[in-house]
């Protein structure tokens, strides 16, 4: 589809009908992967590579290829990685700005992340259970879908800069056309895009015109499924080999590996 064909289909976006809190309530789960890492082998791998747990329960011989092994990052990197996460003195994290249109949104020179994913699909429970070591960033989670209406900035340290996109579909804002799109194909220093995708339902209508924008754009993204522990795990399976079918055989710029988060 070309690029000028692409604003119709996206247009119908809008009209379609992970346990860590933020700051100390964070630590009523966990105190931090330190805490993880003293688990049981068992209930460590159902937490921290919950791909692999599921692989487990296919019959053997007939195992599909989930490609578990593409990221596959040892404890102590996970360890590592949590630092950029960790608030401090030397390490600031902390809310930016928000911004309606991307010619209102600040000039960074930071790669840019940004979270994009169908409304009420956990984006925002996501994003807090990343801050969940840096208590002074608020991010507001709302059970009413379509809760975050503009492009919010967060700064991760020195590292990165973590973009929260609206939701796509029922009660997206009305100029997400212009908002999202736009900032999709133009922004300069974005590196990666995590598009979320509901596992309970599967990839939707709305979420398969997200995709085509992304493989338009030519935008390496990762898909991250949410809510896997919301369904019994036989529908999960069938969820997981279904939307693995579809990154290999009608997906070019997406990374081969799912990325389950409960």
């Known amino acids: 589809m070309a690029a000028h064909r692409l604003r119709p289909c996206v247009g119908r976006l ?8 933020s700051g100390r309530r964070a630590y009523s ?4 992967f330190t805490e993880v890492l003293r688990l049981p082998s068992k209930q460590l791998t159902k937490l921290v590579f919950p791909l692999q747990e599921l692989h487990g329960h296919f019959v053997p011989g007939s195992r599909p290829d989930l490609h578990l092994n593409i990221f596959h990052p040892s404890l102590e990197d996970i360890a ?8 401090s003195a030397r390490n600031r994290i902390e809310y930016l700005t928000s911004a309606v249109r991307l010619d209102h949104a600040p000039d960074l020179r930071r790669p840019e992340v940004c979270f994009i994913g169908r409304s009420n699909v956990g984006k925002s429970s996501l994003i807090k259970a990343l801050f969940s070591l840096a208590p002074e960033v608020e991010v507001r989670v709302s059970k009413k879908p379509g809760h975050t209406k503009k492009i919010n900035f967060y700064k991760v340290g020195k590292h990165f800069t973590l973009v929260d996109m609206p939701g796509y579909g029922y009660r997206a804002p009305e100029d997400f056309v ?9 922004r300069k220093n974005l590196m ?12 939707q209508k709305a979420d398969s015109i997200a995709i085509e924008m992304c493989e338009e754009f030519a935008l390496p993204y990762v898909m991250v499924l949410t809510k896997i522990d919301k369904s019994s795990k036989g529908h999960l399976l069938k ?13 070019q710029g997406c990374f081969p590996q799912l990325f389950p988060v409960r």
Do not use: W
Request: net charge negative.
């Open 14 to 21: 809008f009209g379609m009908g992970p346990e860590l809190g």
């Open 80 to 87: 590592r990685a949590e630092s950029f996460f960790t608030a």
């Open 29 to 32: 789960a966990f105190q931090a």
């Open 239 to 251: 969820q997981v080999l279904q939307i693995q079918k579809f990154v290999d055989t009608k997906t």
């Open 178 to 186: 212009d908002m999202v799109e736009t900032y999709l194909k133009e």
């Open 192 to 203: 990666r895009t995590f598009l979320l995708v509901d596992s309970v339902v599967g990839i």
